[in-house]
């Protein structure tokens, strides 16, 4: 008689550390899964947005996905976005990632997840940089938003041996920017400048990196990247659509990404057309589309539940392995049919 899969618990803290112990088979798997979804070896339907009218600013999002190859697994992360948690010192995300056994539809496991949505997010764009970026690994770095993606995109860029001439900061809170630039001091000893102005910040940079809560663009200046940047655009609602227009596209699904009002979808929605997206990541990783060096590289990805799939998957498998899961005896009492 079939046995009901045992059921796990993985805490935030164990999360962490098995993706500190293991950030070389994080890069890799976020990359395989990334192929995995070109091939069709995957499902990712659309989030699901939970908003709340009287608090516009907030939201939890549901990202059901499917991820086949060697992994099999399916899951959903549930993930609330609140803003306003930073006035009293609380993270703005808070999350959780189910993970689910294909074979037989039972969840296996349930563990914090806002680490590995940040590093997915974040392992990704360094996936991006460098294979956009027309001299990669070097060069002056701006940050547009100080927050926990920031925090982590840069941790993934150390660790694939980026060294950064300089960092410069541009945040609307300058005593966050003043966190941050102390942080990457005392953790990578680099050379940082807040700069009072975002176009002065964005004219700098040889690599962009936004990561703000900015509901729709305000960066509407053409000549802010009329030097060509390499651009990370995680937040996706920070750039005008002229520039948009004027750049070289990437993004990671290019129908998750034309929606919900993202600078692409603005884009679309005023050229009547998608002619504007040269491609998505895996044609860069395939040398189907080559970077551009007239005119602005931008990376936007939407964020693929897939990749949390993927994470997810490693992590438990790891946790496993090294005795940091927590089993849950018995979890399924009703698993037999009769």
């Not at 990712?44 to 549901?62: G, K």
Request: aromatic residues 8%; proline residues 5%; glycine residues 6%.
């Amino acid at each position: 008689m079939a046995e009901a899969p045992e059921f796990y618990t993985i805490p935030g803290s164990m999360v962490g550390n098995v993706i500190e112990e293991n950030r070389a088979a994080v890069f890799e798997a976020i990359e395989t899964a990334y192929r995995l979804h070109a091939k069709g070896d995957s499902v990712n339907p659309d989030s699901y947005f939970l908003l709340y009218p009287e608090n516009p600013r907030a939201r939890i999002i549901a990202l059901p996905a499917h991820l086949g190859g060697k992994v099999q697994m399916s899951g959903i992360k549930w993930i609330s976005s609140f803003p306003e948690n930073r006035a009293v010192n609380l993270a703005r995300a808070s999350a959780v990632l189910i993970l689910n056994d294909a074979s037989n539809g039972y969840p296996v496991a349930c563990m914090e997840a806002s680490v590995i949505s940040a590093t997915r997010t974040a392992a990704s764009a360094a996936l991006a940089a460098e294979h956009l970026a027309i001299d990669p690994f070097k060069g002056i770095l701006s940050i547009v938003g100080t927050g926990i993606i920031a925090r982590t995109t840069v941790e993934w860029l150390m660790f694939r041996n980026w060294q950064f001439d300089k960092v410069c900061l541009f945040d609307l809170d300058r005593n966050e920017a003043e966190r941050f630039a102390g942080w990457l001091r005392d953790r990578f000893n680099l050379e940082v400048e807040i700069m009072e102005e975002l176009d002065d910040a964005l004219r700098a940079a040889s690599l962009a990196l936004f990561t703000t809560t900015a509901p729709e663009p305000y960066v509407r200046d053409e000549e802010t990247l009329a030097h060509c940047p390499t651009v990370l655009h995680l937040s996706l609602r920070d750039i005008g659509e002229n520039i948009i227009l004027s750049a070289q596209n990437v993004v990671d699904d290019i129908e998750h990404c034309l929606k919900a009002k993202t600078s692409l979808h603005l884009a679309e929605t005023m050229m009547g057309n998608r002619d504007f997206i040269d491609g998505v990541l895996v044609d860069v990783l395939e040398g189907k589309v080559k970077p551009a060096s007239d005119k602005p590289r931008i990376f936007s990805p939407f964020g693929l539940g897939v990749l949390d799939i993927a994470v997810g998957h490693l992590v438990l498998e790891k946790a496993r392995e090294t005795g940091q899961a927590i089993p849950t005896p018995n979890f399924f009492s009703h698993s037999e049919r009769w």
